[in-house]
């Protein structure tokens, strides 16, 4: 997992390492990786980096010594650079490099014709916001030049993401050393656009990290697989509660997610319209129709793990059915409905010995934790900060889902998903996420584990389905490309 740190972690690995090596020599690790990231950008988009035109925003720190460094590089490579100083100083070692490798400084009507731009602005010293004077300038870059940010988008948090005022939107953030966990969250990770990483030397130097992404080969080391003396028992099998006379939908949704994720089993229990629905749509799950089958969920079988809540009503009867659900002595998936439930009624969470994953979005999760209406903005804003204290508030896993999925333990360990797509915020993609990790659970992963893997599976599938975003999708689409993204793990 590539692991991601707050800014004074990572300042701290850079004072240890560079008290090892000669003056400099971190910025031009990071300025080369810098250039190599921007003159493949530019050869993908034009076929050369000779002649094409680069802007370069400089600040007055470091980040912008990093910029022009790299400027230099690509001016040496034959693209016509010029910088635009935008502080009360400008790094001279820099500057110096810039102007002998034929680059030149100029001012920001300058950027009008460029093709490619880096944001030197400010680094990882700095904070939501940018002055005027870098708010115009950002004004004259062409709607179609490429913005490259320089370790993060000049204007955002580093540390979380936030952003208050006017912040650099880049296509690209190329990141030095250590991720900083800022990149990851909304709407720090909206600004960021795709992140590109350059090893600078600081491994030896970072701790054990408390924020990770997850990557395929997680995925691939952690996704469940059949083998030979592999039965459908050992597989797993999986109760869902799911569905009411009004959203019938999400019940056949939530046991496809599960069905095509690899359980060996799907027990279904709920209303009669929905399992009418869950039976022609999957006749491989096992039905049970309460009251009319029975009266308790346990009547329907033993399960390894369940989902409780797509499209449950939290009514009398969905209450009922939630209550008997966290009272079994597995692992438990809870959303949608069954998270109304919770929010009106905690304490049914009170006596679980075994993992929980709730899984709301931000609306669901501001109900849960008694916040007022304003609580969603919030919590998009500060994503992790709330995930982690609905952790701990629940003692549960946390699955909050967006942009980027942020996924929070008790214990204050964090892992990000990366893999989404716009395209997923259609009605019912949250039904079949909730029967992914439902599949993972009753194949035998941890909490952590399968809220994380389920995302990534999530989120790929969506990428598959819409041809990488270039399209709209339905959750339905979403089940289909399960198999076939999973299969390519």
Not at 93 to 107: C, D, K, M
Not at 204 to 212: D, M, R, S, V
Not at 298 to 305: I, K, S
């Amino acid at each position: 997992m590539r692991a991601a740190y707050p800014v004074a972690v990572v300042r701290a690995a850079e004072v240890a390492l560079m008290s090892r090596l000669p003056a400099g020599t971190l910025m031009q690790r990071a300025a080369s990786g810098l250039a190599a990231v921007s003159a493949r950008i530019l050869r993908t988009r034009l076929g050369r980096v000779y002649g094409a035109r680069v802007g370069v925003l400089v600040g007055s720190g470091d980040n912008g010594g990093d910029a022009l460094y790299a400027g230099a590089r690509l001016a040496r490579a034959g693209a016509d650079v010029v910088a635009v100083p935008l502080g009360a100083r400008v790094h001279e070692g820099g500057r110096s490099a810039l102007l002998a490798a034929g680059g030149r400084f100029g001012v920001p009507t300058d950027l009008g014709r460029t093709q490619l731009v880096l944001d030197g602005i400010v680094g990882i010293g700095g904070r939501p916001g940018l002055r005027d004077e870098a708010t115009a300038a950002l004004r004259h870059i062409p709607s179609d030049a490429v913005v490259v940010a320089v370790d993060v988008p000049s204007g955002i948090d580093p540390d979380t993401g936030e952003v208050r005022g006017a912040a650099v939107r880049a296509h690209t953030t190329v990141t030095f050393g250590a991720l900083k966990s800022g990149l990851l969250f909304d709407p720090g990770a909206e600004y960021a656009g795709q992140l590109e990483f350059v090893d600078i030397g600081l491994g030896p130097y970072l701790p054990t990290p408390a924020i990770t992404v997850v990557e395929e080969s997680d995925v691939m080391r952690l996704l469940p697989r059949p083998i030979g003396e592999t039965d459908k028992y050992r597989r797993g099998v999986l109760g869902v509660v799911a569905g009411s006379p009004r959203y019938t939908g999400a019940a056949v949704l939530a046991v496809g997610g599960a069905l095509r994720t690899g359980v060996g089993m799907v027990r279904f229990v709920s209303f009669r319209e929905p399992a009418s629905l869950v039976r022609a749509r999957w006749p491989e799950a096992v039905v049970t129709v309460v009251p009319d089958d029975a009266r308790e969920v346990a009547e329907a079988g033993r399960v390894q793990a369940w989902v409780v809540g797509p499209g449950l009503e939290p009514d009398d009867a969905g209450r009922a059915l939630v209550g008997q659900v966290l009272a079994q002595p597995v692992p438990v998936v809870v959303d949608a409905g069954a998270l109304a439930v919770i929010a009106a009624d905690p304490s049914l969470l009170a006596g679980r010995r075994f993992p929980t994953v709730l899984t709301p979005h931000a609306g669901e999760l501001a109900r849960l934790l008694g916040m007022s209406s304003s609580g969603r903005r919030e919590i998009e804003e500060r994503r992790r900060e709330f995930a982690v204290r609905a952790a701990a508030e629940f003692r549960s896993t946390v699955l909050v889902k967006g942009r980027t999925t942020c996924v929070a333990t008790p214990g204050g360990l964090i892992r990000v998903n990366t893999t989404g797509t716009p395209m997923l915020a259609t009605a019912g993609s949250g039904d079949v996420l909730s029967g992914i990790i439902g599949a993972l659970l009753a194949g035998g992963l941890s909490g952590l584990d399968a809220a994380s893997v389920g995302a990534y599976l999530h989120g790929k599938a969506a990428r598959y389905a819409s041809g990488d975003g270039q399209w709209p999708i339905t959750a339905a689409d979403v089940i289909e490309a399960l198999p076939r993204c999973a299969g390519d793990i």
